[in-house]
């Protein structure tokens, strides 16, 4: 297939390109493929009015600017410029926990943290004004670009407001580590955009691609049936709007997954393709907010369960902030002895508030029970799957027979069995891990930032950085890997009960083997992710009980203040954890 790039440069490319299509089991994936082509532009490329000449280009520029963004991408630099980042997000927490602020005791702690930030700050100009030289305005094509330029343009700012204005310089540091917590969260996402320039895009221009050898390259695939070749060009002609120009990238990825339908029996999905395009298939799993949309877009017509539920755990969300009112209002009132009530009186006062608290704690618990069996397990997720067999079923029904000739029967059962099963799995998560714990993040840390504001910035950017960083990207891989291995030697087994693989115990011992490898990859990496997350939240929820400590001990708090604000910590402490 012959590939068409604005730029003059003679060299030879890979081009990677996604896209989304059904496999033989019926679940979505991406398709990624790597093809080696001789990008050989001519002297001069037209497109529609445009005419670019070779000659007017500078065939070394592109292949400087992307080396030098490979320099900044690869893992060395980019680890090491988190671990940097990292150290300036601690030193910074570490000197807002300890102080307050009237920083008259605390100059030395004051010049070290500016010290510290203004060393890392040299850093971060140098790599994204390199990123800046290499990238130009392909930064645009990137939220997260974009918003990590804005964001080391504030902690430039904050740094100078850091040394010159002393009298605010308590929140200009607290500015400056929720933008570090921001900057913690947004590089990442930064690098995978631009690890995409790496491989294709011969001087960041858009890449064109020939009608006319897609259409040749369907007959190279062997076993083809002429009728279906004949099909695929009249659906090419008709995707592309033309017979001999030019196709768009998104239009190609439509007709490739199109031409699927229509792919030899004998011919698996990456032969397939290879004859197309050389190319190399691997699958992406939903994310987060996909399994969300999903949930709600399928309780959508529940709309009375579905408001019930949100009830429920706003209430039981808002419960520990008021046992931290209480625990408050016990601690400074009812225990300290007055005129008209003695030390004994006011102790079983005390004591009985406290006893009191039970009440709400156990009618939160029978709510969201009730919310779990009733709503969530007998109304809302069993019509919503009931919803989904139906659809499924439906569109089994409509496909061509050449649907039911390219899969077998263990791919098929999938469907209706581990598939729709791992799906209720996912709509329960939504709610008790991320839904619930959210929500009780939020009620609880909004308590803090309204009684103790730097306390409550403090513990929204840790937590912030704590659930959308670390380990849990590669451990999803694994879990991901794991489900997919799982579901193919679910379909290998029930193609081996209906005899149509040969040498069945063979081939079987050796799927069983690959899965039992991705099972232990996923726990092992799940472990390590529970370990980071409860491991990191202990410790913050310890640096902040010594800092409130300290407070009291300075006379800022008092000690129902303290007993209140560790309380609320340690409850919140949980829901971040399972969020993590």
């Given amino acids: 297939m012959a590939i068409r790039t604005l730029s003059g440069a003679n060299v030879h490319h890979a081009a990677v390109i996604t896209f989304s299509l059904t496999t033989k089991d019926g679940r979505s994936v991406v398709m990624a493929d790597s093809v080696k082509v001789n990008l050989q532009a001519p002297e001069a490329t ?63 702690y004051l010049r070290l943290t500016w010290a510290i930030s203004a060393s890392c700050m040299v850093l971060y100009v140098l790599d994204m004004g390199l990123r800046l030289l290499s990238l130009r305005g392909a930064m645009l094509q990137s939220f997260a670009a974009i918003l990590d330029f804005v964001v080391v343009v504030a902690l430039l700012v904050c740094l100078y407001f850091r040394y010159y ?200 618990d029978a709510m969201i029970g009730y919310v779990e069996m009733d709503i969530l397990g007998s109304k809302m997720i069993s019509k919503a799957t009931a919803q989904l067999q139906g659809d499924v079923l439906h569109t089994i029904l409509s496909q061509p027979t050449s649907f039911f000739a390219t899969r077998s029967d263990g791919d098929l059962n999938n469907l209706f069995g581990s598939d729709l099963a791992r799906v209720n799995g996912l709509w329960q998560a939504v709610f008790w891990n991320l839904i619930n714990p959210l929500v009780s993040i939020l009620f609880g840390f909004g308590y803090l930032l309204y009684a103790q504001p730097p306390l409550g910035l403090l513990a929204f950017a840790f937590a912030f950085v704590l659930v959308t960083s670390g380990p849990q990207g590669y451990a999803a891989k694994q879990s991901k890997a794991f489900g997919s291995q799982n579901a193919y030697v679910a379909s290998d087994f029930a193609n081996a009960i209906a005899c149509q693989k040969p040498t069945l115990l063979i081939k079987f011992r ?62 919140v402490s949980s829901p971040v954890t399972i969020l993590g």
């Fill in 510 to 571: 050796s799927v069983v083997d690959t899965l039992k490898s991705a099972q232990f990859r996923k726990d092992f990496w799940s472990g390590i992710v529970q370990i980071y997350v409860e491991s990191a939240m202990y410790v913050f929820v310890a640096v902040m009980t010594t800092s409130l400590a300290i407070q009291v001990r300075q006379g800022k708090l008092t000690s129902g203040q303290f007993f209140a604000f560790v309380t609320m910590l340690a409850r």
């Fill in 165 to 364: 204005s002393l009298h605010g310089v308590f929140w200009w540091t607290m500015a400056s580590f929720i933008l570090t917590a921001l900057h913690i969260v947004v590089k990442p996402k930064t690098r995978m955009f631009s690890k995409k320039f790496h491989k294709f895009r011969a001087g960041f221009e858009k890449i064109h691609i020939s009608v006319g050898s897609v259409r040749a390259s369907l007959y190279k695939i062997p076993g083809m049936a002429a009728d279906d070749i004949l099909t695929l060009e009249r659906k090419l002609t008709q995707i592309a709007g033309n017979a001999d120009g030019d196709i768009s990238r998104p239009k190609l990825m439509t007709f490739l997954e199109l031409a699927l339908v229509y792919r030899p029996k004998e011919c698996s999905v990456s032969e397939f393709l290879s004859y197309l395009r050389d190319l190399d298939a691997s699958t992406y799993s939903y994310g987060a907010v996909d399994v969300v949309t999903s949930t709600l877009r399928h309780w959508s017509g529940q709309t009375c369960d579905l408001l019930m539920v949100v009830v429920v755990v706003c209430v039981n969300a808002s419960i520990n902030p008021v046992q931290a009112l209480l625990l408050n209002l016990l601690a400074d009132q009812a225990f300290l002895p007055s005129s008209k009530m003695d030390q004994d009186t006011a102790l079983v006062y005390g004591v009985a508030g406290l006893l009191a608290l039970c009440i709400p704690f156990a009618l939160g």
């Fill in 46 to 108: 037209t497109y529609g009015a445009t005419t670019v000449s070779s000659k007017s280009l500078d065939g070394g520029s592109w292949a400087r600017r992307a080396g030098t963004l490979h320099v900044v991408d690869i893992r060395k630099w980019h680890y090491a410029y988190m671990a940097i980042l990292f150290v300036d997000f601690i030193a910074q927490m570490a000197f807002l926990s300890f102080v307050s602020e009237e920083l008259g005791h605390f100059e030395f």
